[in-house]
């Protein structure tokens, strides 16, 4: 038997080739543009008009400016100490969303203009960004990392958002470039080397084969959806030939297959965790290396889901990495997952059975296998939650593949917020091609985006959490949305009810929330998260003014509502259409601890409210 070794280096200045004054510079113009942005957004930052003539309230009632040309005025914000001041152009829309010209940005101090420096930017504004001696060395090097990140893409050949909205599906997922919209350090990835970043961050596009290990059956729990059993999972993931390998290996060491279950790994998790804080269930066969499988995957944009590249229907498959990105270890809790497969038989039989859902084609990507090593010493010893419970786990998830029709294809929905470096956007390419006048475009998407995420919250107070990451959209051959697949359910989804009746398996999906942040979940992760930032990417690229984007959202609610008489209580009472809703901040999570952000069995208690945003739909009511 023979282990490939982890993934060895380049020279070390070839290693480090991307990370070039021009580049690093304009990775740091960038993400300070977009700090600027966010920090104001989240009221952790109050810029200040610098013309007399431009004078305006930019904290209050005025949320939307643009009273003149394209509205842009020139603001400033000072360091805490008052010292330095950074200058800046922006334009201001719905939702208080600032968008700030990267290239307008100066930095200045005693009369003199200085180069802008990311980290310097942090730490002058330290006290307003709330940042304790504990968290911000860290919170300094997740934004290290994602300069580095941001340098790797400016470095790799340049598509076009054209070319891109024409390619494939893994070749749009790599392409991405920004990350999650709303959270300034969102590639951390803290534990990767340089060599294991190159190895396995998404947007170097680089095949993985996962190690596999046999963990005895009296240590794991394998649990799988009503239509898969071990076996039958197994025998579609594995060749013949890679499972007699396997069971040689065992069989050579005078150990039984049958004793045992196969699971993935991550190469970074075994070579850097499992095979040193395991080594004692290695060392007692507890754990047993049988080597790499035959498949070449591809990382995702949320770094431990990996895509099957040799066989693109297979399942995707999730695994425990244990490095920090984006305010969380990436683990896996093999006792949490137990209950997935089971959770995602559920909302699949719901979706199935519902007829709004069916008429907008949404579709889920179950999570059909889930498998955990429970490691003894330290299930005694960590406390419930503890990163140490979380470093053997894996699951299984459809891949989209087998739900497409001829002349389809799916897109990760973060394509729509990408833009190019030329400043062009995907979303308007694909609106280009589509042939369609823009606000029909828009109304396709939002029927299959929007209403299904209508329908669960209203008819059964069922919340997902529906990032850009979390949704992959079906595209017909004119690049037109037709519907929705959406995934990453089971540790996502929340039954916001204490009467709707859920099956004894799935309770842990059930969440105490108060009646007045309900609506929240839409108002929050859809409308906040997402569509904040599409509409002045339309508005910007010329495609559609913003009042047009958010009449046209306001239409398809209004559509949904008639639709749906039975729920008009429930309409009333959580009111789409209300004048404001409070401010969900996440920098401010992540900002206040960046080791994990949210309670995942608390989620609501862990928000950062403050104050409120306009509801651009309420001139719509």
Known sequence: MSLATTPQPTPPHAAVSHLTPERWARATRLLVRKALAEFTHERLLTPAPLDEAEQGDVRGDTQKDASHGNGARRYAVRSDDGTTEYRFTARRFALDHWQVEADSIS????????????????????????LGDDILPVYLEEISSTLASTAYK???????????AAAGFQDIESGMTEGHPC??????????????????APETGAPVRLIWLAARRDRTTFTACADLTYDKLVLSELSGATLRRFSAALTEQGLDMDDYHLVPVHPWQWWNKLSVTFAAEVAQRHLVPLGHGDDEHLAQQSIR?????????????????SVLNMGFLRGLSASYMEATPAINDWLADLVAGDETLRATGLGVLRERAAVGYHPAPYE?????????????AALWRESPIPFLHDGEKPATMASLLHTDRDGNSL?????????????????????????????????????????????????????????????????????MSEDAELPTEVERIRADVPEDMKILSLFTDVFDCFFRFLAPVLDTAGILDEDTFWTTVADVAKEYQKSTPHLAERHARYDLFADEFALSCLNRLQLRNNQQMVDLQDPAGALQLTGTLKNPLAAHR
């Open 305 to 321: 889901t990996f895509f099957n590249a040799t066989q693109p229907n297979k399942h995707y498959v999730k695994t425990a990495l």
């Open 427 to 495: 979303a308007a390419a694909l609106i280009h091609s589509s042939g369609l006048e823009p606000t029909e475009w828009l109304r396709s998407y939002l029927t299959a985006y929007l209403t299904p995420l209508l329908h669960c919250f209203y008819a059964y107070d069922l919340v997902f959490m529906p990032h850009g990451e979390n949704v992959i959209l079906v595209l017909d051959d004119q690049g037109v949305p037709r519907r929705a697949l959406f995934k990453d359910l089971a540790e996502e989804i929340a039954v």
């Open 183 to 200: 959270f300034i350090a969102n590639n951390g990835r803290l534990g990767f080397d340089i060599a294991e970043y190159r190895a396995y």
């Open 380 to 392: 005694t010893a960590a406390p419930k939650g503890s990163p140490y419970l979380k470093m053997l």
């Open 107 to 130: 930095r200045h101090h005693d009369g003199a203009e200085l180069p802008l420096d990311a980290l310097a930017f942090i730490t002058e504004l330290r006290t307003s960004l709330g």
């Open 154 to 164: 400016l470095a790799a050949p340049h598509t076009t958002a054209a070319e891109l």
